[in-house]
């Protein structure tokens, strides 16, 4: 993909998975001015060093950002800001995954912990960027129209349909999606996009490394019979985020090898 040759790309949970390889994404893409947060400072070194691969004259500035922290996000968007002059795309993937138990059985901290990173803080993230967002020149598109920017939401399958022992996990990436229609609706008229994906299985460090082993025979029950790749989430998201989704928004993309069908 490319075209996003004069824009500037904003992507949280930015060391690690699925929104590394949106970054590699970018960079493939032709994006040269990149704000990468994470709240580990160490894998964001990585993911820069990832870029400078690709296109040496990539500049991608590095922000520890944990996002339940309201400052800390509105430090990220200043820092793009100042650096770059404007957000065109935020890519919002942050996230974490809980404790297993049924709801009566799961501790009140660890629905406020998780649904505190997937939900309220990707918020908080939306309501930074689109606060910022809403100020910028519209940018003139190749199609005659224009945009201000364009958000994208990590969701997940769990966003649309259930699964055991994750309540909180599947209530914040639930929330997600109705977060993502709702400024759709209102951020329409701004010239901004909002739109989210929703992953099947993909092999990150999202799980702790012995539970994808156990994963088999759940996998061989899916359409596809195995898990998605990184590089497959992050052609999605970049394709929401581009020009060429330019009529595209408030939508629910699953990018899951046929999860939701079954
Ligand atoms: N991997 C999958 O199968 C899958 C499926 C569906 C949805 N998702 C979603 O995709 C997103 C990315 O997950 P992943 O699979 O790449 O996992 P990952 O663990 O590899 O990456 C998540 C990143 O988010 C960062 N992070 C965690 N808490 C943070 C916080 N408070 N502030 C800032 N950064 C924080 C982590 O440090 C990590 O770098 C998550 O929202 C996850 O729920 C993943």
Redesign the pocket.
């Known amino acids: 993909m490319s075209g996003f040759e004069n824009g500037v790309a904003l992507v949280?949970?930015?060391?690690?998975?699925?929104?590394?390889?949106v970054v590699l994404e970018f960079v493939r893409g032709g994006c040269v001015k990149i704000v990468a947060?994470?709240?580990?400072p160490e894998?964001l070194a990585e993911t820069a060093k990832l870029v400078s691969e690709i296109n040496p004259a990539a500049r991608v500035i590095t922000v520890p950002?944990?996002?339940?922290?309201a400052t800390q996000v509105q430090n990220m968007v200043d820092t793009a800001v100042k650096e770059f002059g404007r957000i065109d795309y935020s890519v919002h993937?942050?996230?974490?995954?809980g404790g297993a138990a049924r709801t009566d059985e799961m501790a009140t901290e660890e629905f406020d912990r998780v649904t505190?990173?997937?939900l309220r803080?990707l918020w908080l993230c939306e309501k930074a960027v689109l606060g910022q967002m809403k100020t910028q020149e519209p940018r003139k598109l190749s199609n005659g129209t224009s945009a201000r920017g364009a958000v994208v939401n990590?969701?997940?399958?769990?966003g649309l349909v259930g699964y055991r022992v994750q309540s909180p996990?599947v209530v914040?990436?639930h929330g997600v999606l109705g977060l993502t229609k709702a400024d759709a609706v209102d951020y329409a008229a701004d010239g901004i996009r909002v739109n989210a994906v929703?992953?099947?299985?993909?092999?990150?460090?999202?799980?702790p490394e012995g539970a994808w082993e156990h994963m088999g025979a759940f996998i061989e029950t899916l359409p596809m019979q195995r898990?998605?790749l990184?590089e497959e989430?992050a052609a999605a998201v970049c394709f929401l985020a581009s020009d060429k989704a330019s009529f595209i928004t408030g939508t629910m993309l699953p990018v899951d090898g046929g999860y939701c069908c079954v």
């Open positions: 949280t949970g930015a060391g690690s998975g699925l929104a590394r390889g947060a994470d709240i580990i894998r950002t944990d996002v339940t922290n993937c942050a996230g974490i995954t505190g990173v997937n803080g990590m969701s997940s399958v769990l996990y914040s990436k929703c992953p099947g299985i993909v092999r990150t460090n999202l799980l898990l998605g990184i989430v």
